[in-house]
T-cell receptor, first 115, second 114 residues
C-alpha cells in the first residue's frame, strides 16, 4: 500500500532557527513529490515540486530534497520567521497513477515559530 | 484574478439532507479534484475529473456524487448516504500532460451537521 508519513506531527522553534521537516514514503517508484503549506482553515499552497529525476528544489528560504532509494524527502526552512507558522504537507504522485495526477498526502507537520 | 473559488465557506446539513458544494476555476485547467480533510489526517481523494462529462471515483467516493458539465465547474454533492460528512472539503485543479502538473487548491468549505 502506498503511504506517506510525516514526522514530527508538531514542531515549535524560536524565530531565526533553521529547521527540517521530514517526509517518508513507501515504494520508490514515484513520479514526483510536492510540499504544500496550509494556514488554519485555508486551502493548500504549493511550495515546491520535485520530479523523480531531481535531487532537490529551492525557493527562497526553502529547500526540498529527495532521496528515492531511501523513500525520504526533507523540507529545510532557513532563518525561520513567525510568518512561517502553518501546517506543512507532503504529497506523492506514484508512477502507477497514470495520467490522473493522483496525490497521496501525509498527515502534515504543524509548525509554530515563536517570536 | 485567476484562481479557484469554493462556496459557501461554511455549510450546515440536516439529517437526511443532500447538500452541494460549489467549485469554480478560471485557470483553464483540464483536471479537477475533490478532497476531504479530517483533523489529524491527510487529504483523501473523493472524486476527480480529467475532462468534461467524465469523472472517476477516488478513495472515499461512497456517499458523494459529482458532475462536470462545464470545464470551469465541478460541484460536489454530499448525499444523505454519507453518514459522517463533517469535514473540511477542498477542491483543486491542474493541467494534464505537462511535466509539472502542480495542483492548485481553493480556500475550502467546512461542512457541519446540525
Amino acid at each position: 500500500k502506498q503511504e506517506v508519513t510525516q514526522i514530527p506531527a508538531a514542531l515549535s522553534v524560536p524565530e531565526g532557527e533553521n529547521l527540517v521537516l521530514n517526509c517518508s514514503f513507501t515504494d520508490s517508484a514515484i513520479y514526483n513529490l510536492q510540499w504544500f503549506r496550509q494556514d488554519p482553515g485555508k486551502g493548500l499552497t504549493s511550495l515546491l515540486l520535485i520530479q523523480s529525476s531531481q535531487r532537490e528544489q529551492t525557493s527562497g528560504r526553502l529547500n526540498a530534497s529527495l532521496d528515492k532509494s531511501s523513500g525520504r524527502s526533507t523540507l529545510y526552512i532557513a532563518a525561520s520567521q513567525p510568518g512561517d507558522s502553518a501546517t506543512y504537507l507532503c504529497a506523492v504522485r506514484w508512477v502507477y497513477g497514470g495520467a490522473t495526477n493522483k496525490l497521496i498526502f501525509g498527515t502534515g507537520t504543524l509548525l509554530a515559530v515563536q517570536p | 484574478d485567476g484562481g479557484i473559488t469554493q462556496s459557501p465557506k461554511y455549510l450546515f446539513r440536516k439529517e437526511g439532507q443532500n447538500v452541494t458544494l460549489s467549485c469554480e476555476q478560471n485557470l483553464n485547467h483540464d483536471a479537477m479534484y475533490w478532497y476531504r480533510q479530517d483533523p489529524g489526517q491527510g487529504l483523501r481523494l473523493i472524486y476527480y475529473s480529467q475532462i468534461v462529462n467524465d469523472f472517476q471515483k477516488g478513495d472515499i467516493a461512497e456517499g458523494y456524487s459529482v458532475s462536470r458539465e462545464k470545464k470551469e465547474s465541478f460541484p460536489l454533492t454530499v448525499t444523505s448516504a454519507q453518514k459522517n460528512p463533517t469535514a473540511f472539503y477542498l477542491c483543486a485543479s491542474s493541467m494534464l500532460g505537462t511535466y509539472q502538473e502542480t495542483q492548485y487548491f481553493g480556500p475550502g468549505t467546512r461542512l457541519l451537521v446540525l
